[in-house]
């Protein structure tokens, strides 16, 4: 028996995290699972995708299926999904990031749904545009965290649609990640498909976009088939892609429905760019508004609330990892990694056969080469990064908001934020600390600092705003959490996000 799981979530209560694109994701999906003879059940959810609807509704689909023999089963979720702590959350309509794990469904808890069915392949697709904002360094944490994942099947295909890094991008019509899969099914030359081949399509439609890289996770041996591919199934995909289509770029419709011309277009898309005294006013005006934003009024007499506009590189805390992301991220932003020389002791074969041969191809011939005549030790000169620099002056490379407690049980905090701009956008790197007491006299940072980030349209005024007042909810919610922890006015979540790793 071989069993289809759908979720679409396009619906977040609000214009700005409103997914349109994802509920025509979901049809595409479940017109494949749903025509292929292949599958004997799916579950598909499009509307009503709040926690109360969606979680039941998995329940209810798994348990009626729990004793059957399971051969696949094929979960697909596209909507926002957010990595934080050591768990990956698939957010519902009613998401709520005080209630995470009640408005959300961890990837833990599919898991364990899914092994109740003890399938033979488990295959999960993802398509998540991300919800708020990611650690920059998460990547390798959350490419690591599946990794560890893949050993809970006996078979697995994990499919994501990019790295956490990234964006999935999506228009009004289908996501880019989940077009790719669908053509990978229409264009497929033999009437049946592997999940390999799906794999390969999807792989080559993105090689040449750096801005989104999906990425594969497989435990199997490349022989298990996704479906049969009938040509029922082509021409109804064939009509789901051909409702994708929008009109060349070189052209547009105006109000009137008459073609823009070249220049219009140009014309038009100029408007999102500044001048430099324009980009340069409009980052002052958006560091300025952070001024006039207090604590939350619980915390208000607790704190005393100093702003500091630092304009020092050296002041910038863990800036190295705000280089590495400059360093490894296709950007037009005018910023880059500061590098420096170093000098590294490094420990080589004197036979230089040897240094090209891995030790492996040693080992594999008998071969024993750990004499430590055979070694000689040279200095080799590396670039290596220590922070970044603006290639532009900017007046303000960090802003500073400390938070200085009155009463000497607990601690002060301070939120850091560093803006970098281009034409068209800025990018906000923020984080918040606490500190700890050295003496009476002197703190230091408790921990390490760890990076957050934003982008926005420079241009856009009211985003600078939502985005000012999210990052100092963000901030009071961090200073608060331990306090009503320590005075048990609420209950301790051992995965506080103030406490989830480091940068």
Known sequence: MNLGIVIAVSDYGSTGNNLPGCYADGLAISKILQTDNKFDDVLYLSENTGSGTVKPELIKFINSHKDNEIHDVVFYFTGHGDFSGDEFYYLLSDYDKKRRKQTSLENTELDNLLKTLNPVNAIKIVDACHSGTPYIKDADAFDSYLKGTQGEFKKCYF????????????????????KSIVESVQKHTSDLIRYKDVIDYVSDSFSETHSQTPFFIVQADFTESFCSVSETLRASLRTVLDSNITQPESKDRDGSGNDKSLLDLVREDSERY?????????????????????????LRDLYEVHVEEINEYSEIPSSFAIGKWLDTNE??????????????????????LKNIWERSTFDNLGIDDDDDNDYKYVTKVELRIRGFRSTIDIPVKLLKITSNSKFPNIKSASAFIVPIISKTEMRVFFSYCFYDQ??????????????????????????HSDIRQEIMGDFSTFIYTPIAEKFNLIEVDSENDHDEGNA
């Open 331 to 352: 950007h037009d932003f005018f910023a880059q990694a500061y590098k420096e020389e170093v000098k590294v002791k490094t420990k080589v074969y004197k036979n230089l």
């Open 274 to 298: 500044c001048t430099e005294e324009e980009a340069i006013a409009l980052l002052s005006k958006f560091l300025d508004g952070f001024k006039d934003i207090p604590l939350e009024a619980e």
């Open 159 to 178: 499919m994501f649609s990019s790295q956490t890094e990234q964006y999935s991008y999506q228009d009004e019509k289908l996501s880019y990640f989940t």
């Open 438 to 463: 050295k003496d009476w006299n002197e703190k230091k940072i408790d921990g390490s600092v760890k990076w957050l980030t934003k982008i926005i349209d420079i241009k856009n005024e009211r985003s």
